[in-house]
């Protein structure tokens, strides 16, 4: 399966200025996962050493918010659209 | 031409302040890392061309090491993290709290003490850093205890000869040493009291808060540390330590740092207490010792004579490698200062900045 994964514009600097990047996976995982090869330097904004999402980041997939660690296996339609957020967090 | 360099970490952002070798007047660079936490930075001088580390939260986007070989005016990040825990650990980097670069005989090995209690070590000028395994498997790691701050290692002392010899100190775990480059490590606090403890668990082997430990190079046997409670000295390379604090206003403080020029002067920021984290009587006084901690004096020559609240935290107060030797300290309400005759005169290196964590300084040829 092949997404788009929509950087926000806090992260375009470490994903080379790119407001989108093609991203290929079955699952949000498997998403990550493929980006992390491709583009470590702005997978690891995301998730942490330990592959989980930043407490305080966001991801929609299709519209649906990924919250819970079990939520990476959430599946990713062929063109589906992975939109990474910061979330309106920090106080 | 010599240029002279303060790094100032900031809960906002980096601060660069430049001078000449005389360092009489600086030039702040626009901030660097705008809105980013600067909790640690180095100023790594061994290398031909100088290079500087600085410790950076992102904010939602994790924590990371950025480097500059142009003196702080671009920065580059690698692409895979800088500083992470194996998968094994289960852990994962929230804050880097101290970069600390080895003597000059290591030219390539960096430290990094972080959060959670934990040691890294780059031989690659830190580019790259691996987990400090030994200290990791402690098997007194589970009974470490976070510190107000965080459960930080915040302090790497390193020894001018001896590259088995390390310090690592932590909040609040208190002070262990390896004497075979990290693979082993024992605690190093005794004689250090953790006041409020019942009377026969008044000198724990571990779990004391130490706040930093300062080495002098030339006499790396003799050690100061500013605890949470107390000020102290060893005279066995943290074997065992006595009480330095009689003349201070209190034993409560953050940094300590030993003049590079003389070995037997060091300079501490007391504050209140624990409970009541400002100057003593609100006043912004740096204390300076002359004799190894026997006696003190407290300096505020051209620091601010108003109300004072602002603590300085504990790697905010540094010295340069400059001819006379340069002190700094920023304190919380964002303002450095610096001293070129041994702390009895202060002038500002800049102000009106957010809080300051972390400072440092070289005079590069």
């Given amino acids: 399966m092949s997404a788009r ?52 980041v966001l991801v929609f997939v299709d519209g649906l918010m990924v919250r819970a660690e079990s939520d990476l296996d959430t599946p990713v339609p062929e063109g589906c659209e992975v939109l990474v957020a910061p979330a309106v967090s920090g106080g | 031409m010599a240029e002279a360099l303060v790094l100032v970490g900031t809960r906002k952002g980096l601060i660069i302040a430049r001078s000449d070798a005389g360092r009489r007047s600086w030039d702040v660079d626009p901030m660097h890392f705008a809105n980013q936490e600067v909790s640690a930075v180095a100023i790594d001088t061994r290398r031909d061309t100088p290079r500087i580390l600085a410790g950076i939260s992102w904010g939602h986007w994790g924590t990371s090491v950025a480097y500059s070989d142009d003196l702080g005016h671009t920065w580059q990040e690698p692409d895979h993290a800088p500083i992470a825990f194996p998968e094994s650990t289960g852990a994962a980097l929230a804050r880097v709290w101290q970069l600390h670069p080895a003597p000059a ?48 290692l915040h302090t790497v ?10 310090m690592a100190v932590m909040s609040a ?12 490590w024992n605690p190093a606090n005794r004689g250090i009291s953790q006041p409020g403890a019942p009377e026969d668990q008044r000198f724990p082997e571990f779990g004391q ?60 920021f007391p504050l209140e207490a624990d409970m009541n984290r400002i100057p003593p009587s609100g006043r912004c006084r740096v204390y300076r010792s002359t004799d190894a901690g026997g006696s003190w004096q407290a300096l505020s020559v051209g620091l601010p004579s108003e109300t004072y609240y ?19 300290f920023g304190t919380r309400l964002g303002e450095v200062y610096g001293s070129l005759d041994c702390g ?22």
């Fill in chain 2, 157 to 166: 002392v390193t020894h001018p000869e001896d590259p088995q010899w390390l």
């Fill in chain 2, 209 to 268: 808060c130490v706040h930093k430990v300062a080495m002098h190079p030339s006499r790396p046997s003799r050690l100061f540390a500013q605890n949470h409670f107390g000020v102290y000295r060893s005279e066995d390379a943290g074997a065992s330590w006595v009480a330095i604090e009689d003349g201070l206003p209190s034993n409560f403080g953050f940094p300590i740092v030993v003049h590079p020029e003389h070995p037997d002067m060091l300079f501490n």
């Fill in chain 2, 310 to 328: 602002a603590a300085v935290l504990r790697d905010a107060m540094t010295t340069d490698g400059g001819a006379p030797a340069g002190l700094y």
């Fill in chain 1, 5 to 56: 994964l929509v950087v926000p514009s806090s992260l375009r600097a470490s994903a080379g200025g790119l407001r989108e990047v093609a991203v290929e996976g079955a699952t949000l995982r498997a998403v990550l996962d493929d980006l992390g090869a491709r583009m470590p330097g702005l997978e690891r904004r995301i998730r942490d050493e330990r592959g989980l999402l930043r407490p305080h």
């Fill in chain 2, 344 to 365: 009895d005169s202060w002038s500002a290196v800049a102000t009106r900045l957010p809080d300051v964590l972390s400072v440092r300084a070289a005079v590069l040829p």
């Fill in chain 2, 105 to 152: 005989g290591q030219p390539d090995v960096v430290y990094a003490g972080v959060e959670p209690h934990a040691l890294f070590r780059s031989e690659d000028g830190g580019l790259s850093f691996s987990l400090v395994q030994g200290l990791w498997d402690h098997p007194h790691r589970t009974q470490w205890r976070p510190g107000g701050g965080g459960a930080c």
């Fill in chain 2, 173 to 184: 775990g208190g002070a262990y040493r390896s004497l075979d480059g990290g693979a082993t």
